[in-house]
């Protein structure tokens, strides 16, 4: 007898959330994907339709699990904040990230550099950024039309989908928000979000109080009617 294997579906493809390769080669090539992490969500932080993400595995094509890429940093406008495993792009509306950032180590090859290229220009992505912190040096590539083209001039450029400027006049790269405050240190917003959290929790808790403030009165007054119709009084004829 012989049996028949069925093609492999769609449906039947794992698609791995890891690639086994580490998030980042040293401290510096961390902090750096962490400071742009960090002031990027606290930049879209009210837009419940802006993914960031850090080192996640993107699938463009769905029912193949070799085609793969994990930017140091991807930006997805169109699709909601969450946590995924992997971003499969098909699952997504089909929306490609539309900005990416890799951040330069010692031990990137120019070859791999070159397929991330290629790999980003292939699939859609509309802003490509690669910084080398050791030399400070900063390169970008817009779409036009069907194909990345080189930024020609990176300093003082703003990020036509994010509003961020690119400053490279000092000894290391500074990027600024579109309301011209530079991006913090990762303590810095961590500050900020617990003072913003903190006034959260005040006002809820002010809203509770007057909640509970509310319902104690409404209570008083039901218990007083009450009284009242007791006593053979209409509550309704009282001034």
């Known amino acids: 007898m012989v049996f028949r294997l069925e093609d492999q579906t769609k449906e039947d493809v794992i698609y791995p959330e890891s690639d086994g390769q580490p998030m980042a080669d ?6 750096w994907i962490t400071i742009i992490y960090y002031n990027l969500e606290w930049l879209f932080a009210d837009d ?3 993914f960031v993400a850090g080192d996640l595995l993107w699938y463009p094509v769905q029912g193949n699990n070799k085609i793969r890429q994990a930017p140091d940093l991807m930006i997805v406008f169109g699709v909601t904040k969450g946590d995924r495993g992997s971003y499969q ?7 490609t990230p539309q900005v990416v950032f890799e951040i330069l180590s010692p031990g990137n090859t120019l070859t ?3 397929k991330k290229q290629v790999f980003y220009d292939r699939y859609g992505v509309e802003e490509y950024y690669l910084y080398d912190p050791d030399k400070n040096d900063l390169s970008g590539w817009l779409r036009s039309e069907s194909r990345l083209d080189v930024i020609d001039e990176m300093n003082n450029w703003v990020s036509p989908r994010l509003g961020i400027r690119f400053d490279l006049s000092g000894e290391q790269l500074q990027l600024y928000r579109p309301d011209g405050n530079p ?6 917003i961590q500050r900020r ?9 005040d006002a809820e808790q002010r809203a509770e109080a007057e909640r509970q403030r509310a319902e104690a009165e409404r ?12 006593l053979g009084i209409d509550p309704e004829q009282v001034d």
């Open 89 to 95: 792009q098909w699952n997504e509306g089909n929306t």
């Open 193 to 201: 979000l617990e003072k913003a959290q903190q006034r959260v929790q």
């Open 183 to 188: 991006f913090a240190s990762y303590v810095e």
């Open 48 to 50: 419940a339709n802006v």
């Open 112 to 114: 791999e550099m070159n």
């Open 26 to 31: 040293n401290t510096k090539q961390f902090r």
């Open 219 to 230: 209570q008083r007054a039901e218990r007083l009617a009450q009284r009242l119709r007791e």
